[in-house]
């Protein structure tokens, strides 16, 4: 029973690291293609969700 609940839980954290690799992987890619462009609300929400997945790939490194 724990054991199920372990795996459980440790295929949420690697769905949640595997969406914050790919948001990552999105501002590489557009930095890549020659940086930003016009669409400023479009710009920070990738500049800003990059952010946040690299703060939460901080916090599950320091606890998983």
Do not use: P, W
């Amino acid at each position: 029973m724990i054991k199920a609940h372990a795996d459980k839980d440790a295929k949420k954290i690697e769905e949640i690291i595997r969406m914050c690799q790919a948001a990552i992987a999105k501002q590489v890619d557009q930095n890549r293609k020659g940086g930003f462009g016009l669409d400023d609300y479009t710009d920070g929400r990738t500049i800003g969700g990059a952010s946040l997945a690299r703060n939460i790939l901080r916090l599950i490194g320091s606890t998983y």
